[in-house]
């Protein structure tokens, strides 16, 4: 449901009506190609969301901006001109910040969906954050309470594995227990749905189910109110 309140994508693992984006550009051996599907684009191209297939190959890898990819299929290895050295596979989540730059080579078709952010501040690239297996992590911080609880008592827990100098582009694993809530989104936020089922109510009356391997991309001020049923795990990014 790309033209939702809350543009969101079932299936993100599976899903097939996909788009043809053509030859991997800036290839080094091999032909990747490209596949894929967009969820939301925003003014300028910023943020950028959506799901993204590659077939096997090596090409440059030039991140323009601070992008997050949660990896649902597939093995490639990336390779940074620094000699930073990223190894993806399913379950791998990854925050590769603006101007990072290096060597992708895609052993395994892959799958990802991902969240195109804003530019950073002009400096050097830091290294890429990762989070493998965000399902098994079992060492979380416990965030405490929903502080607009309707109904229930949902609690929320998870681990940051980035955050900007100004609390831009921050990205995690995000748990959250059964009950009612008010929700008022802040700040743009994708979310890769993993685990549990919740349904999200919009203040125009639209109603969004949420079930597990669900894409999803909440602008800023989004408001409404939030049922979790089963407990829900999923990976993030604020920007």
């Known amino acids: 449901m790309t033209n939702s309140s809350a543009p969101h994508l079932y299936e993100a693992s599976t899903r097939t009506d996909l788009l043809d984006w053509g030859p991997q550009p800036d290839a080094l051996a091999g032909a990747s190609h490209s596949i894929g599907r967009l969820v939301h684009k925003g ?11 590659c077939t096997p190959g090596r090409w440059r890898l030039n991140v323009p901006r601070d992008e997050f990819c949660y990896f ?28 990072w730059s290096g060597e ?42 929903i502080p607009t609880m309707l109904d229930g008592a949902s609690r929320t827990s998870g681990l940051v594995i980035h955050k900007g100098s100004t609390g831009n582009s921050e990205c995690g694993l995000w748990v959250c227990t059964p009950g009612k809530w008010f929700c ?18 919009h203040e125009s009356g639209e109603v969004i189910e949420i079930r597990p391997d669900t894409a999803a991309f909440f602008p800023k001020d989004w408001k409404g109110e939030c049922t979790v049923h089963e407990t829900i795990k999923k990976v993030y990014m604020i920007r």
């Open 104 to 145: 992708c080579t895609v052993h395994e078709t892959i799958r990802n969906s991902y969240m195109l952010s804003e530019d950073e501040p002009a400096q050097a690239a830091g290294p890429a954050a990762l989070l493998q297996d965000p399902l098994k992590q079992t060492d979380l911080t416990d965030w405490g309470l």
């Open 184 to 201: 008022h989104v802040t700040r743009d936020e994708f979310c890769h749905f993993l685990e549990g089922s919740c349904t999200y109510v």
């Open 43 to 53: 003014p300028d191209n910023r943020p950028e969301i959506g799901l993204w297939v």
């Open 72 to 99: 649902v299929g597939g093995r490639a290895t990336s390779v940074s001109d620094t000699g930073e050295v990223i190894e993806v596979s399913a379950g791998t989540a990854v925050m590769y910040p603006g101007g």
